[in-house]
């Protein structure tokens, strides 16, 4: 079917990801084969890179906290203002792949939460289950309409220069609400497990949703015939293909999680212990 890339061009994806640099690798490409790859290179750069921000920025928590904030709403702002005056596209599509925004909201938001008044911060109007479902359904249906609503407005130079900042800001408070720990998304205890389960399966469920399609879908092309195309599959192999993909991923992540994930999680969190009883 072609959904794999040649082995020379795999090589060399498998080497930015390796590396890191994926983002800027796919900024270049627009056949790459392990596209989803881009997003952990930018938190892998995050860890690396900020570290040495902090070391050579010798600030109080307030004045660290004013800098971001302001590296946040240039990002933020320059991106919608910038498109119409003409400037060059991969100027866009260099910071769409950096996400210098997104980074600097999480920095700010943790910043903020050790602030005196965050604990104290409570939105009443949330504290009933209904109006806390109905914020939680309204911003999570944001972020999966927003994207596909945007994108197919004609005519806009870059419809991602506008797209992104929105989606950072939903996604910033969906994370601030949470931070709360005061039950304020989705408090419904019939889907306390289901939540739980994607939440804890969400980094390999994000890791290995494309792999596990690709593999199915090549499986299912040689040896069942379904049709070499995934744009528009025949109506009665997408149902039971859909089903079947849902079932091997959950399963794939379900064993990554035990075997893998799991373990070393607790091995970090033992570590990070006796670091702290050391120091």
């Not at 866009?92 to 050790?114: E, K, N, P, T």
């Not at 797209?163 to 910033?172: E, F, G, M, N, R």
């Not at 739980?196 to 399966?201: A, H, S």
């Not at 379904?226 to 599959?233: D, I, L, M, N, R």
Request: proline letters at 7%; hydrophobic letters at 55%; charged letters at 10%.
């Amino acid at each position: 079917t072609g959904i794999f890339a040649a082995g020379p061009q795999l090589l060399k994806e498998s080497a930015a990801v390796i590396a890191y640099v994926y983002n800027l690798y796919f900024m270049g490409h627009s056949d790459s084969r392990l596209a989803w790859q881009w997003s952990l290179s930018i938190e892998e750069q995050f860890y690396v890179l900020f570290p040495i921000f902090l070391f050579f920025i010798k600030a109080s928590a307030n004045r660290l906290l004013l800098l971001v904030g302001l590296i946040l709403a240039i990002n933020i702002g320059i991106r919608p203002f910038a498109v119409p005056s003409g400037t060059p596209w991969y100027f866009h599509h260099f910071m769409s792949l950096l996400r210098h925004d997104s980074i600097m909201a999480g920095i700010c938001l943790y910043l903020v939460s050790h602030q005196s008044w965050y604990r104290r911060f409570n939105p009443r109007v949330l504290a009933a289950a209904g109006p806390a479902v109905m914020t939680s359904s309204i911003l999570l249906l944001a972020l999966i309409v927003l994207p596909k609503w945007i994108d197919a407005q004609p005519g806009h130079p870059d419809r991602y220069a506008i797209l992104l900042p929105i989606i950072t800001l939903i996604s910033t408070g969906l994370v601030f609400l949470a931070s709360l720990e005061r039950n304020l998304i989705f408090p419904v205890p019939a889907l306390y497990g289901v939540l739980d389960w994607f939440g804890k399966r969400s980094y390999g469920l994000y890791l290995m949703h494309l792999p596990v399609y690709n593999f199915l879908f090549e499986f299912w092309f040689r040896h069942i015939g379904a049709p070499k195309s995934q744009a528009a599959p025949v109506p009665l192999y997408a149902p039971f293909f859909a089903v079947v993909a849902a079932v091997v991923l959950a399963l794939t992540v379900e064993a990554l999680y035990r075997a893998i994930e799991r373990p070393l999680t607790l091995k970090g969190y033992s570590l990070a212990k006796e670091i702290e009883c050391n120091t």
